[in-house]
């Protein structure tokens, strides 16, 4: 697999981590059934796609830019359908995760 390809299954483990975290509020608590079974499906696919990802990615990448783009993602999800709208601390935090993901996978280096 190549690193374009790593990368793109990267960004399908972040789709399926926020849909998994935008579910499990929808569960509340796991106590609504269908998305409980949403949650629980999502989480495990995105554990899957990860573990591929970790295959051409070193692991400490993978999890950081998971991570912190799965962050921001889940709080665009928060905005959108829980109208949950950040202040600005949050958005300046927000923006330093997006360039800590940058400087990982940018200007990062480490042995694979």
Known sequence: MSNISAYIILIIAVALGTAANGFAKSAQGFTVLIPSIVTAITIVLCM??????????PVGITYASFAGLCIVATVLVGIVKFNQIPN???????????AGVLMVNLIGKTNT
Do not use: N, Q, R
């Not at 899957?48 to 990615?57: A, N, P, R, W």
């Not at 600005?88 to 997006?98: C, D, F, R, S």
């Open 48 to 57: 899957f796609t990860l573990s591929l990802v970790m295959k051409v990615i």
């Open 88 to 98: 600005l601390y949050t958005v300046i935090g927000l923006a330093l995760i997006i």
